[in-house]
């Protein structure tokens, strides 16, 4: 059924990794080690902090009405026919108010309600279904929910194409995915700056220019707090994760020192001959751009780039981290980019319905147009059927 299937359950892995991390909440510990994007050690490097991070900002997109699905937005139904469906049609026509007390659902009326809760095909289903879980956390939004959208819409299929045009995982609209596509979040540092190899690694040294450090409750005499990546003098460096930019002076350890900061997270580039131009204190910039060129300026020993990672201001081993940059969000049936996007969206619907999930649902498929229309879920046979098996999912996923 599923096409790519090592190839998706390595990327699994790795996004899985880099989501999970922030809800955890957990103390950090370091594992020093070659470049690798294996889950254990993307996990470990994130343990490494006891402060919490900052919640995610919510998506500024209203989306029209052109739903995920998109039923049609008119010619269904009258609502008198539809009355006699088990459960749903005290729900109909009586405003958003009335959507939780819809056939015993009212315990699904908001997020506040809900739970977080063999085969190569089933190994790859569960695979999908654990992504989906997680990019729903990084979110806030409640993980069986947005599982369970993704079961009714695709099967977990990240292939899925429905007869309106909807498209992979999560079955969105292409001008649905495009809208949510570009703003998916790249708020965790991901790749190297350079190509280079590493003259350094992170962690305690021999190396009597480095200075001490306290690091996980214990003091270094000498701590190289960051890897050193070495190429040649001019090399473009590129921003790993995009922010804000800081240009530091620091004649005596760093040189000309580039900081890209974003929420918890600062991410140092050491030793830069200069910048191009536009680069300056202030400006911010996406992931991929050109920040820098590497240098041998400050403290230096030759041409190389000090690659440092800081969360809530302490350190942390850049090293299973340099591998770790995924595809860009550019296709629907990427499935790590349309559970991105899948869940953004649904996201958006249950704050733009004020949390009532039936009617978030009944957005999902249908459009929010329509459920604005009908002043609750939409009269449409398909849509009726899609929220009752939605909630029933969700309960079963554990809601």
Request: aromatic share 6%; hydrophobic share 35%; glycine share 16%.
């Amino acid at each position: 059924m599923f096409e790519g299937i090592s190839e998706i359950a390595a990327r699994v892995a790795d996004i899985q990794s880099a989501l999970e991390a922030p809800a955890q909440h957990s103390a950090l510990s370091s594992q020093h080690s070659a470049p690798s994007t294996s889950s254990s050690e993307f996990a470990q490097a994130l343990q490494q902090t006891q402060a919490k991070p900052a919640g995610e900002p919510a998506h500024r997109f209203s989306v029209g009405t052109n739903g995920a699905t998109q039923m049609p937005s008119s010619g269904g139904p009258s609502l008198a026919s539809l009355a006699g469906l088990n459960g749903l049609g005290g729900g109909l026509g009586g405003g958003f108010g009335l959507m939780g007390g819809m056939g015993g659902l009212g315990s699904l009326d908001g997020l506040g309600g809900l739970a977080g809760g063999g085969d190569d095909s089933s190994a790859a289903t569960n695979g999908l279904e654990q992504l989906v879980g997680n990019v729903a956390r990084q979110e806030g939004v409640n993980p069986a929910l947005a599982q369970a959208v993704a079961k009714a819409e695709s099967g977990f299929d990240p292939k899925a194409v429905s007869p309106a045009g909807a498209q992979g995982l999560m079955q969105l609209m292409p001008s649905t995915f495009q809208a949510y596509a570009p703003t998916l979040p790249s708020n965790i540092p991901t790749g190297a700056p350079v190509d280079g190899q590493v003259s350094q690694g992170f962690g305690p040294t021999d190396f009597g220019n480095e200075p001490p450090n306290d690091w996980n409750g214990r003091h270094y005499a000498h701590f190289h707090t960051g890897v050193d990546l070495a190429v040649s003098q001019g090399t473009p460096i590129r921003a790993t994760m995009g922010g804000t930019i800081e240009i530091r002076s620091d004649p005596e350890g760093f040189g000309n020192l580039v900081v890209v900061r974003s929420g918890p997270w600062d991410v140092l580039y050491g030793h830069t001959s200069g910048q191009p131009k536009g680069i300056q204190t202030g400006t911010v910039v996406k992931p991929g751009e050109v920040i820098g060129y590497a240098g041998s300026t400050g403290n230096s020993t030759g041409p190389h780039v000090h690659y440092e990672i800081r969360y809530r201001g302490q350190v942390v081993d850049p090293m299973p981290f340099l591998g770790s940059r995924s595809k860009p969000a550019s296709s629907p049936f990427d499935p790590i980019a349309n559970a991105k996007a899948g869940v953004g969206y649904l996201k958006d619907m249950l704050s733009r319905f004020g949390n009532n999930v039936p009617a978030a649902l009944a957005a999902y498929n249908a459009g929010p147009g329509a459920v604005e229309k009908y002043g609750g879920i939409p009269p449409y046979p398909e849509t009726q059927n899609y929220v009752k098996k939605t909630l029933q999912y969700a309960r079963d996923l554990g809601a």
